[in-house]
């Protein structure tokens, strides 16, 4: 046989017929390259993250609210809003904003009352339930996070589209608020906040969020004095819920519009059941379930706490320190024991929302 016609080697053909100088050099050239891909690998790559500018500091440097009872929150509310002593009770002036209660669940029935204590003459309010990322500056239901149960008409609300639903109520009525989330949902909870500066200004970090999914079989309904007014809303979004209220009167009101809130476990009426749903527990159980959660989470062995609600601040999420922070992060207990005049308010942006003469509610960004 040739040499032109001899097979090659294995090892030749492994290298594609190059010559052993040829693949010696290449591999020596390997060699330089790798050190130098190794060390681009070692390079640390900074992923891009979302900085929410905060509007209203003050209120996170208000404290926090205690995880040991069921109120409105003094954290999660429009910081134009007043509490009662007792943190029942809400009083609104000059445009729609929002209040919630401090406590949540994402899975189970709750129940709870709100009394309108007064309205005066151009008072308004709408009573419903939102997630943790509904606007406080607007009513409940005027974006995709709320949905409520309106006064002027007995309307229905959601993502600012109105809808006839139930019988109007006024000042002096005890509306009974109902909802039904099945288990399958998830929280969609931010499990800890963090804070940084960016120019000069504090900002929140936003991490990443799964966009919710559908909850089939979700529910909720309303009762005015007793009354049941029938299904609301029916198989929305997954999340965490909460009670909340929003209150409205004209700049020329005096005085205030209130509605006191009921968490139970005694309610003036009794609570309304949905047809195909189980029966609620008082929202007011939801700190003893969440105290449950957040000692069984500290128990090494400890059996599984009840589901369903979310741990209160302090007990499990949002508010706790979660620990060592990156470099120039702080987290919620840290930030709020930044001094007040640390922080720049001059620059917060303001919404309102105004009832038109038909009760249509129409938002106007810029100050008081």
């Known amino acids: 046989m040739s040499d032109r016609a001899r097979p090659m080697d294995s090892g030749a053909a ?5 010559s052993k100088k040829q693949t ?7 060699r330089r390259g790798g050190r130098a891909i190794a060390q681009a690998e070692e390079v640390e790559v900074k992923e891009k993250i979302n900085l929410v500018r905060l509007r209203y500091e003050g209120a996170v440097k208000d404290g926090q609210d205690d995880p040991h009872k069921v109120l409105i929150s003094k954290v999660h509310k429009a910081a134009q ?7 029942l009770s809400v009083t609104g002036y000059k445009g729609y904003r929002t209040a919630r209660c401090s406590h949540g669940a994402h899975e189970g029935a709750l129940y709870c009352e709100v009394r309108v204590s007064r309205m005066g003459v151009s ?3 709408r009573l ?3 997630t943790r990322k509904a606007e406080l500056q607007a009513p409940v239901g005027y974006d995709t996070f709320g949905f409520s149960y309106r006064d002027v008409d007995g309307s229905k609300v959601f993502n600012g589209l109105r809808e006839p639903y139930g019988q109007p109520f006024r000042e002096g009525d005890v509306v009974g608020m109902y909802i039904y989330l099945p288990k399958g949902g998830r929280t969609l909870e931010p499990q800890q906040n963090e804070y940084t500066k960016y120019k000069g200004k504090w900002m929140r970090i936003e991490d990443p969020e799964p966009n919710p999914e559908q909850l089939p079989g979700s529910v909720i309904a309303f009762a005015v004095n007793g009354v049941y007014q029938g299904v609301a809303f029916r198989d929305f979004n997954e999340g965490t819920y909460y009670p909340a209220v929003s209150l409205y009167t004209m700049p020329e009101q005096q005085e205030g519009a209130t509605v006191t809130v009921n968490f139970g476990p005694r309610f003036q009426y009794p609570p309304l059941q949905p047809e195909g749903c189980p029966p609620a527990m008082p929202v007011c159980e939801l700190a003893t379930v969440g105290a449950a959660a957040a000692a069984a989470a500290a128990t090494p062995g400890a059996t599984e706490a009840p589901s369903g609600a979310t741990p209160p601040p302090g007990a499990g999420f949002g508010m706790q320190d979660a620990g060592p922070q990156a470099s120039g992060v702080l987290s919620d207990a840290a930030f709020a024991a930044v001094p007040p005049q640390d922080v720049d308010m001059k620059d917060a942006v303001l919404g309102l929302v105004q009832e038109g003469p038909d009760g249509a509610g129409e938002v106007v960004e810029g100050g008081m």
């Open 14 to 18: 492994g290298q594609g017929g190059r």
């Open 24 to 30: 010696q050099s290449d591999a020596k050239g390997n």
């Open 81 to 87: 809003l007043q509490l009662s002593d007792d943190k």
């Open 123 to 125: 008072g308004h309010c």
């Open 128 to 130: 419903g339930w939102c």
